[in-house]
T-cell receptor
Framework: EPEVTQTPSHQVTQMGQEVILRCVPI?????FYWYRQILGQKVEFLVS????????KSEIFDDQFSVERPDGSNFTLKIRSTKLEDSAMYFC??????????FGEGSWLTVV | GENVEQHPSTLSVQEGDSAVIKCTYS??????FPWYKQELGKRPQLIID?????GEKKDQRIAVTLNKTAKHFSLHITETQPEDSAVYFC?????????????FGTGTQLKVEL
């Protein structure tokens, strides 16, 4: 069964450093997403991406965040200057367009 | 925007009993309601979903009901087993031109005791 894959699985970074989280969505999917989950809390929407542009973003997705699809397979989330409160599990997800959204295994980001 | 509330936050049942988790949503335009199971440190996994043109859907021991008028939907797990222990999240979304954004509930920690 095809899966959404994410790298790295875990990253520790110094406050103020830039982080890039990478994702390979399911190959025939058209819609891509990033969600995050702070430890012990619910999953929160960050951004959706369709047709090579952001289609929707949440209040969390401020100027320090950006997304990119640099080639035909990868989908990245960049956090420009990390803060302590950015520590969370970041999930990439993709959707063919029929509502069902499939999540990757997550990238656990720890900012120290 | 959409707001999804979920109850209870924790639920303990004996193996073999049924478990029911309830969610309410605020946006009457929402039309898709998935349920995800999340084991510790793992990805949310879709276990069942329902669309607003259907009132009930069943898949083996799992069923979901939807009341559009009252804007609430519920997950029912029958004959619970220890491997059902996990956090369950409900979610709601409405389809838009750019895909759909899931708004999650706060989760229910289900513990199935032997």
């Amino acid at each position: 069964e095809p899966e959404v894959t994410q790298t790295p699985s875990h990253q520790v970074t110094q406050m103020g450093q830039e982080v890039i989280l990478r994702c390979v969505p399911i190959s025939n999917h058209l819609y891509f997403y990033w969600y995050r989950q702070i430890l012990g809390q619910k999953v929160e929407f960050l951004v959706s991406f369709y047709n090579n542009e952001i289609s929707e973003k949440s209040e969390i997705f401020d100027d320090q965040f950006s997304v990119e699809r640099p080639d035909g397979s990868n989908f990245t989330l960049k956090i420009r200057s990390t803060k302590l409160e950015d520590s969370a599990m970041y999930f990439c997800a993709s959707c063919e367009g029929t509502n069902t959204i499939y999540f990757g295994e997550g990238s656990w980001l720890t900012v120290v | 925007g959409e707001n999804v509330e979920q109850h209870p936050s924790t639920l303990s049942v004996q193996e073999g009993d049924s478990a029911v988790i309830k969610c309410t949503y605020s946006d009457s335009a929402s039309n898709y309601f998935p349920w995800y199971k999340q084991e510790l440190g793992k990805r949310p996994q879709l276990i069942i979903d329902i669309r607003s043109n259907v009132g009930e859907k069943k898949d083996q021991r799992i069923a979901v009901t939807l009341n559009k008028t009252a804007k609430h939907f519920s997950l029912h797990i029958t004959e619970t087993q220890p491997e059902d222990s996990a956090v369950y999240f409900c979610a709601a979304s409405k389809e838009s031109g750019g895909g759909n954004k899931l708004t999650f509930g706060t989760g229910t920690q289900l513990k199935v005791e032997l």
